[in-house]
């Protein structure tokens, strides 16, 4: 199924319990696969046509879409606490989302819980 990215919709599930597709729908939002990677053969993220993306709710609550190449399997969607959606985008490797408006606040808690090296120079101790 070809999809035109910037306006396919998916469901959106309060929790990953939502997968089963079972409960209410909560929104609907954009399709992306901003948390996908190269794989060296395929761009993916859980799988050979599993596929991984991530946006905000404007509540501000993030979440987490999961697409699907698989005939029979549907694309859907799930909240997930601030941690969780920078903990996605730490595994994707793929901080230049913190750089984004709609980021922002996971980028303050990146700043604020992982940048843990002290980046002043060394004084040498000669």
Known sequence: MARD????????????????LNGDVIARVRYNQDLDYWDGRNWQNGGVGRHK?????????????????????????YVV?????????LKAQRLE????????????????KYLLEDDEDEESLD
């Open 53 to 77: 993306g991530i946006t905000k709710l404007k509540d501000g609550r993030y979440v987490i879409i999961i697409g699907t190449d698989w005939q029979g399997e549907r694309d859907c969607a």
């Open 5 to 20: 990215v910037k306006q396919y919709r998916v469901n959106v599930y309060e929790n990953q319990h939502g997968l089963i």
């Open 97 to 112: 989302l913190l750089d984004t408006k709609k980021f922002a606040g996971l980028k303050k808690l990146y700043e604020e």
């Open 81 to 89: 606490d601030a941690e969780e959606a920078l903990q996605e985008i």
